[in-house]
């Protein structure tokens, strides 16, 4: 034990089948038909975060030197919000959807049930441990579903914390964690799942979804990508170098949405780099390094690999750059005059490293992002409505946000998720419950609708030709004219 944290075990290989066999035991009792059923357990998710939230902070700061502030803006507010809006709304949510009405179909009462797609996988990465386990869970308690978790192994204070909590607070028929490194996820991956959802880089989505195919189990993957910053010199000075500085040190950068590279004007770069060092020095005025306030990089590997980036850039680095790899700590890094080809632009960066690349104006920089992957998140700086429409109407991403970042994930009502290599699907809130859903069609047609559709039998006559003919929609006319065009 170190203080209230219990020591890091992986799941014997040998158990993990028969873990996923009792889980489907457990589904196939019926239990979490139960509205009421989904309410208990949320409500329990809700007081696990809840009762042990010192015991969170805990875990964070051993796995992460995560300040507790910190982790409760980014992981538990957004964690416990999932829960509340899950169990207020799973009713509502759950409930039998009837189609749109048809003059053709409303005599079938065509339905839509809202069920559950049976045993789900959420395989969750080291950076936001809580919230991209604990999160997607509840949206998964929501729709009905058995669950296991499978949180990171280079974060064994929160892996080991969560499994001792998910057992001792839900229902152990129905949810689970599994703990291991590759051995163990290779095992689990052997097996047919009903949905999984996995959070983490491109590189292991590959493999996952590769070993999904074979068993024919849905995907959904959050990944990430380099999510570019767009400045403009009209924007607030202030409020960008401070809210953009802010993401990219929340968790010394390893955020899947954090800002990954700005494109500056050139007639602006030394005041928007000025400002952004004010920002730095504002948040740590004693350093990073010695500040309670600044996480450290994951791992001796992340750490090799954030610092080889740095040191191989051919950029200028204008705030930061010391390191200690004794402690895994990187200093908030501004570097000006990066090229698109630098070593800081060839992957995802995920540490507290920034490059700034000079541009002439809005078209060159919008040229650069598009000639890459679409990220995860892109960002946009200005007061300018005509600014911000330009950059959203001619670019791809999974989300756009002006004048902040990184908040949207928690925001309520909005989804997450990627588009192109930087992910498939959504979760958050109700696109969580919809992800974990079986959308399933129902009709209940009666004997009197043959007097409408007796053309479908045959022998088929020049008049059920013709009765067939008049369920055809019409359409306007081809030629854009007033009036529509019949069959």
């Known amino acids: 034990m170190t203080g209230t944290i ?7 290989l040998d158990e993990i089948p028969v873990i996923r066999e009792n889980l489907r035991n457990g589904f196939r009792t019926g239990k979490s038909k139960s509205i009421a059923y989904r ?5 329990a998710l809700a007081y696990m975060i809840k009762d042990n939230a010192a015991r969170l902070h805990e875990a964070l700061d051993l796995d992460l030197h995560r300040a507790p502030a910190e982790t409760n803006f980014i992981e538990i507010f957004p964690s416990l919000a999932e829960a509340k809006e899950a169990y207020s709304s799973v009713g509502k949510w759950s409930k039998p959807e009837r189609a749109h009405w048809s003059f053709n179909w409303f005599a079938m ?18 950076n936001y441990p809580i919230t991209l386990s604990l999160g997607p ?25 969560v499994a001792e909590l998910v057992s001792q607070y839900l229902d152990p028929e129905m949810y689970t964690v599994i703990n291991g490194a590759i051995p163990e996820t290779t095992e689990m991956l052997k097996l047919q799942w009903d949905h999984i959802l996995y959070t983490g880089g491109a590189r292991v989505a590959s493999i996952i979804l590769g070993a999904a195919a074979k068993t024919l189990t849905p995907v959904t993957t959050e990944l990430g990508g380099k999510s570019p910053v767009f400045i403009d010199p009209k924007c607030d000075l202030h409020m960008t170098a401070k809210r953009l500085m802010w993401g990219k040190a929340t968790n010394a950068g390893q955020t ?8 500056v004007p050139r007639s602006f770069v030394d005041t928007f780099v000025k400002a952004c060092i004010e920002a730095l020095k504002e948040f740590f005025p004693h350093g990073a390094e010695k500040s309670d306030s600044y996480a450290r990089v994951i791992s001796p590997g992340h750490f090799a690999r954030i610092k080889g980036l740095l040191d191989g850039t051919r950029g200028t680095i204008a705030y930061g750059g010391s390191t200690n790899e004794d402690t895994k700590f990187i200093e908030p890094t501004l570097v000006v005059g990066v090229k698109n080809d630098d070593s800081l632009m060839s992957e995802e960066i995920f540490g507290p490293v920034l490059p700034i690349i000079v541009v002439e104006d809005v078209d060159e920089a919008l040229q650069i992002v598009n000639s890459r992957d679409h990220p995860l998140a892109l960002y946009v700086f200005s007061k300018d409505a005509a600014y911000k429409a330009k950059v959203f109407d001619n670019t791809q991403s999974g989300a756009c946000v002006a004048n902040d970042c990184i908040v949207h994930y928690a925001t309520e009502g909005l989804p997450f998720g990627g588009i192109g290599p930087s992910g498939s699907g959504m979760q958050g809130g109700k696109f969580s419950f919809d992800t974990f859903t079986h959308f399933r069609a129902t009709l209940d047609n009666p004997k009197w609708v043959d007097i409408i559709l007796g053309g479908r039998y045959a022998p088929f006559t ?11 929609p019409s359409f306007p006319r081809r030629d854009g004219s007033s009036g529509w065009s019949l069959w």
């Open 39 to 43: 309410k208990q357990q949320l409500l």
């Open 6 to 12: 219990p020591k890091f075990s992986s799941t014997p």
């Open 137 to 161: 869970l509840a949206g998964a308690i929501a729709a009905g579903n058995a669950c296991v978790l499978k949180p990171s192994e280079l974060t064994p204070a929160y892996s080991a914390l």
């Open 462 to 472: 020049p008049k059920k030709q013709a009765s067939i003919e008049k369920m055809f």
């Open 109 to 126: 009462n065509p339905t839509i049930r809202k069920e559950a797609k049976g045993v789900v996988l959420i395989i969750s990465p080291f």
């Open 256 to 263: 899947c949405i954090a800002p990954d590279y700005v494109l």
